[in-house]
């Protein structure tokens, strides 16, 4: 029989379906089961006999289940369930994979302390930044940089010659800058100024209870058109049509300890235009733009450089080959399978 691997969060986003995907080309077809902690998170993509939906108060019953894997890799978010499926497993070897940091975005964080004290774990982290961070949190504790690339098989051999005018953005999405937590995805005042400019501009937002809600409120802008949800196989595709694809955090009106966080991620949205052969139009991303800026992307800082950043960024034009021999995910596939060869060699002890 072969690896068996259980892979835990609180939904399957797109760069968590990006890591199930390697996993099965490495260790075999079917050898992850996907359990999902949030049983309101809408998902779209995987079927139901993929991703098993667990209840709240049936985590003793995962604990147990997910026993039986090989390799148990939870996408730890920062929920008082992720935290407690951990800490009934501390005689058990985990792979904790850390998208996100909430302490450093002024949010309590229940898993953190497992994370960091949990003798067993084997912690990746998505960004530099949060790799230094954890690193302090445990210094004896090794921590593994994977961050949120494409799978190279991904990438289009052939980018769509003809591209639809304006730029796109997919994910998430809010209606305030003082959302918790997330106010840094309130994009009005970003799109705004494109709009008004006579720019489309396209988005396609994460599932959401709230969809209907934010469609209205963000056609209202001029030129804005927003989509229906893109499950995580067509996102490439649907960034290649399009002329530009925009990553950034908005800072009006947002919570200043949540823009700083936000300017430490390293988001998919930063690799996945390598894969579609998109420039890209950024603003204000902090760390990740020392990667990107003039080379598939252009940056600006503020609001009204934004109109002219998207007809540079227009005009880019990249090597893609070379980028994605440099920036997908296969160049991290020693680092994973190390960590997975360690917690198998104690799955037992």
């Known amino acids: 029989m ?42 779209s993509g995987l079927r139901d006999d993929r991703c098993h939906k667990w209840s709240v108060k ?49 949010l309590p964080d229940p898993t953190e302390v497992w994370v960091t004290k949990h003798s067993r774990t084997r912690v990746i982290a998505t960004s530099p930044i949060h790799l230094e961070w954890l690193a302090k949190q445990a210094k004896w504790k090794q921590v593994t940089l994977i961050p949120n690339a494409p799978l190279f098989s991904e990438c289009l051999d052939s980018p769509p010659e003809k591209r639809k005018p304006g ?43 709230l969809a209907k809600e934010l469609r209205q409120y963000y056609q209202k802008i001029p030129n804005c ?40 991620c390293w988001p ?9 052969g998109t420039p890209l139009l950024g603003y204000r991303t902090g ?9 598939w992307g252009v940056a600006t800082q503020s609001i009204d450089g934004l109109v002219e950043g998207y007809h540079k960024a227009r005009q880019l034009r990249p090597d893609w080959k070379v980028l994605r021999k440099k920036y997908t995910l296969d160049q991290y596939i020693p680092a994973l399978k190390r960590l997975y060869s360690e917690v198998m060699s104690t799955k037992n002890n």
């Open 2 to 43: 072969g690896l068996k691997v259980a892979f835990v969060a609180n939904d399957f986003s797109a760069c968590r379906v990006k890591m199930w995907r390697l996993v099965e080309r490495l260790y075999g077809k079917g050898c992850v089961d996907l359990y999902m902690l949030n049983t309101i998170q809408k998902q």
């Open 58 to 106: 049936a985590v003793d019953q995962l604990a147990k289940k997910i026993r039986k894997h090989d390799v148990i890799h939870v996408f730890c978010d920062n929920t008082a369930v992720t935290e407690s499926l951990i800490r009934r497993m501390p005689d058990r070897k985990l792979v904790v994979h850390r998208h996100d940091l909430s302490s450093l975005r002024g």
């Open 167 to 209: 730029l796109v953005y997919y994910g998430g999405l809010v209606k305030s800058p003082t959302s918790s937590g997330v106010g840094y995805r309130h994009y009005f005042p970003q799109w705004q100024v494109l709009g008004e400019a006579g720019i489309e501009v396209h988005v396609y937002p994460k599932p959401t209870r």
């Open 225 to 264: 058109h927003v989509h229906g949800t893109i499950v995580e196989e067509k996102i490439i595709r649907v960034v290649s049509q399009y002329e530009v694809s925009f990553i950034g955090y908005n800072d009006v009106g947002v919570a200043a300890v949540k823009h700083r966080y936000a300017m430490t």
């Open 268 to 276: 998919n949205k930063t690799f996945d235009p390598i894969a579609a």
């Open 287 to 295: 760390v990740t733009e020392s990667l990107w800026k003039d080379q």
